[in-house]
């Protein structure tokens, strides 16, 4: 079983929706490798780089490339990383035996996979069963000229299923039979990813909120202390096990990033959710969404609302046995939905 994820950039979304979807696989009996499509030892990678670029240039890139991240994995990568085990591999070997597996986090966003459609696509093979698990668009619908590009690829596809209800409804206008299910990292509860990340060992008894921002400022709430990491800002960035700790010891979060909100949910933390703006815009499927399935639309937030307005929204009550209740129908749905996709 070789799984495709977006591996371009570091964070803690990409990086727990590939160890949840991994786990859940291996304890359904698979054995589970990420293809590692950042390094340029690719062997397809390559190819399409050759045919590209002449080699005087896409040589000299791949070579700086395989240097950044060996100096990633050297400093940065080994603290980010920390208790997380993805098995990555090079192997690109097919036979009419493999499944691959392309999904979650924008791995059909175009503006995150440019020249690289055809290995997101899954076109570098006929033989394998071809499986997306809640891909993610990146907005509403492609443009019409990636549109026409991916669709006879999309129509070789074994099962399609999505993360956003609007791009389920957008695909299946194409013709194609696309469901929504739910993101990798909902495949398990919140008490999972105590265990496996040692959450207990980092409690904090200080109060605080804890502030988690991709690319918006950064809102204070001078009331209480604030605890901020701000992904724009490296030097803020934690462990993903810390990160999540913070949110699980927080008296409540605010953040612009859709994993942030999921773990606020499973760890039943009070939260608002700050919604993207400008070229972004269209991400905020994902919201509407998995909000939406909560009944949770008003806490999702323009980004100008004054602090009183925030707290009042923050404060109001949730009833987190029916929000379980939600999240483990919608877990039970996608997990039946995955195991039939793959036999």
Request: hydrophobic share 45%.
């Amino acid at each position: 079983m070789k799984v495709i994820s977006y591996t371009f950039n570091i964070g803690y979304g990409f990086v727990l929706q590939a160890f949840a979807l991994q786990k859940f696989l291996i304890f359904a009996g698979y054995s589970v490798e990420h293809l590692k499509l950042f390094m340029p030892s690719n062997n397809y990678a390559s190819e399409q780089k050759k045919n590209i670029f002449p080699i005087f240039i896409w040589k000299p890139i791949a070579i700086l490339k395989k240097m950044k991240y060996i100096l990633q994995n050297l400093f940065y990568y080994r603290k980010f990383f920390y208790k997380v085990n993805l098995k990555f591999t090079n192997n690109f070997a097919i036979d009419k035996d493999n499944c691959f597996i392309v999904g979650s986090d924008q791995v059909w966003n175009p503006n995150f996979i440019k020249n690289m459609e055809r290995i997101y696509f899954l076109d570098f093979t006929d033989s394998a069963k071809k499986i997306s698990y809640a891909a993610s668009l990146g907005m509403r619908e492609w443009p019409k000229e990636f549109e026409q590009m991916v669709l006879p690829w999309l129509k070789k596809f074994h099962a399609i299923s999505v993360r956003e209800d609007s791009s389920a409804e957008y695909l299946r206008d194409l013709g194609l039979n696309a469901v929504c299910v739910c993101d990798p990292t909902i495949l398990h509860e919140g008490d999972f990813y105590r265990k496996e990340f040692d959450l207990r060992s980092l409690g904090d008894k200080r109060k605080f909120v804890f502030n988690y921002f991709l690319r918006g400022a950064v809102p204070r709430i001078d009331e209480i202390e604030n605890i901020t990491v701000n992904f724009k800002n490296k030097k803020t960035m934690v462990s993903v096990n810390k990160w999540l700790s913070l949110i699980d010891n927080s008296v409540f979060v605010l953040t612009d990033s859709f994993h942030c909100v999921v773990f606020c949910l499973l760890f039943h933390k009070p939260f608002a959710v700050f919604q993207n703006n400008g070229e972004l815009k269209g991400m905020n499927s994902r919201f509407s969404t998995i909000l939406g399935k909560m009944n949770l639309e008003y806490r999702l937030l323009q980004g100008t609302e004054p602090e009183g307005q925030i707290l009042d929204i923050i404060n109001r009550e949730i009833d987190w046995r029916r929000i379980d209740e939600i999240l483990e129908e919608w877990r039970n749905y996608s997990k039946k939905w995955l195991m039939e996709a793959i036999r």
